[in-house]
């Protein structure tokens, strides 16, 4: 079974950064895909960042340029560093994870496996 636990959330003024990190444990695969999910109130969960296996990395648009995602398979953690943060990014962030003998990762959908607890995110002006 695998368990995913996030962490690292926080309030924070706009502007400034925040990393976010999921523990994994319980993997016994080494195809996977992994991606950063969040939820503002009255909003449709969004996904923000994924990464592959391969370490190929993917984001919406929304996140682009500010957000990297990225894992240390050392610490089987990922981590979402969020730099120039908005007050729209303002959510519950979530980590999501699949895994497998051979997993597509085509986008964050593919990661829609195992989720985390959450953690939440808030940006003020």
């Known amino acids: 079974q695998v368990q995913l636990v996030e962490s690292g959330g926080g309030s924070v003024q706009a502007g400034g950064s925040l990393r976010l990190s999921c523990a994994a444990s319980?993997?016994?695969?080494?195809?996977?895909?992994m991606a950063w999910f969040r939820q503002a109130p009255g909003k449709e969960r969004e996904g923000v960042a994924t990464i592959d296996s391969d370490g190929s990395t993917m984001y919406a648009d929304s996140v682009k340029g500010r957000f990297t995602i990225s894992r240390d398979n050392a610490k089987n953690t990922l981590y979402l560093q969020m730099n120039r943060l908005n007050v729209e990014d303002t959510a519950m962030y979530y980590c999501a994870a699949r895994t497998g003998y051979w997993v597509p990762c085509r986008g964050p959908r593919d990661a829609e496996g195992y989720w985390g607890q959450g953690t939440q995110v808030t940006v003020s002006s």
């Open positions: 319980g993997y016994t695969y080494g195809s996977y895909c």
